[in-house]
């Protein structure tokens, strides 16, 4: 019987690999090759907490969305804006009244003149000498078309004179009484306030158009102050004609056998038509100058009511264009509540 082999009981003591079964545990290669496998998937995978940071800011985005969606802006400076224009612009409106309450002077002013004037043209009055069939008595006979027209002419006249007075008095009147304005810090009381001023500057431009009116058709009708003068006149030169032609009626039936006395009557009926023309001169002298100063005057106011408005509309479309503004002011405003 043999010993053992010492060099193989040695080498199955200290063999710190024995051999492994495919089939129960994998060899280091494959060990290896599955390590380098979960690396290369471990450094495949995002990082969790950059994952986590976008995440949050994504949020953060959406909130911030939502935030300027509901965003509240400050208005006051906008109401402030608005209410230094309302205050500019009651500057100027209340610099226009100024100008209209001294337009209105001047015009009271200037009719007062022309009331003067035409009260001092006097009355057509018969020459002395007169024909008796034309004489003071007969022609103030009320269906003496001769005494209807010269007390027409006489009572335009004073109708004229009577409307001048009553205009100086609506003109001249004092503006109302008015607190001096105060700085305001609200739109609405600003307003109220311009409101109040375009009224009283309505009021006044009014009063300066019907002032106008007034005069043109001072007796109470329709544009009689341009028809005054061409009926007028055209009364005066009818009565000039019959008059004449029953003057030179009266020098052809009379009897001229008396040689001596012809020159005398001739001389007599030559005055007498001259009396007749100049008679009726005086008259239409006098038609003419109270249609001459009333057509100036009434141009005068018209031109300056015309120059009135034209500030008046400048002013309100201004107001316009301010209430527009402050209507945009309130939508903002509605959106925020």
């Known amino acids: 019987m043999s010993a053992p082999d010492p060099s193989s009981s040695s080498s199955a003591a200290v063999d710190p690999d024995p051999p492994l079964s495919s089939s129960s545990s994998p060899s280091l290669t494959t060990i290896t090759a599955l ?55 009651q500057v100027k409106v209340d610099l226009a009244t100024r100008e209209l309450q001294e337009i209105r002077t001047k015009l009271a002013r200037e009719m007062q003149k022309t009331s003067d004037s035409l009260s001092s043209l006097g009355e057509v009055k018969l020459p002395s000498g007169f024909p008796a069939s034309l004489s003071s008595s007969s022609m103030l006979l009320p269906d003496f078309p001769a005494s209807e027209t010269i007390l027409a002419i006489h009572h335009y006249r004073d109708q004229a004179v009577s409307a001048l007075h009553n205009q100086v008095e609506v003109l001249s009147t004092l503006p109302r009484d008015t607190k001096p304005r105060h700085p305001v810090e609200d739109f609405n009381t600003a307003s109220d306030g311009l409101d109040s001023s375009f009224q009283q500057l309505r009021g006044w431009l009014d009063q300066v158009g019907q002032t106008a009116r007034k005069l043109q058709n001072c007796d109470g009708e329709t544009n009689t102050l341009r028809r005054f003068s061409s009926e007028r006149c055209r009364d005066i030169d009818l009565l000039e004609r019959e008059a004449v032609l029953k003057k030179m009626g009266e020098l052809s039936v009379r009897n001229c056998s008396l040689q001596s006395r012809k020159p005398v009557r001739s001389l007599g009926h030559t005055l007498d038509l001259q009396e007749i023309m100049l008679l009726a001169k005086n008259a239409k002298s006098l038609v003419y100058e109270v249609s001459l100063q009333m057509l100036k005057i009434v141009d005068l106011v018209k031109g300056e009511e015309i120059a009135a408005t034209t500030t008046y509309h400048r002013l309100t479309k201004e107001n316009s264009e301010l209430l527009r503004r402050y209507c945009f002011y309130l939508k903002l405003k509605i959106q925020q509540l």
């Open 35 to 89: 390590d380098s496998e979960l690396s290369t998937l471990s450094s495949a995978q995002p990082d969790m907490s950059l994952l986590s940071g976008q995440v949050e800011e994504r949020e953060g985005e959406g909130e911030v969305s939502k935030d300027h969606a509901g965003i509240v802006h400050d208005l006051a400076p906008v109401h402030n804006i608005l209410v230094q224009l309302a205050s500019t612009l």
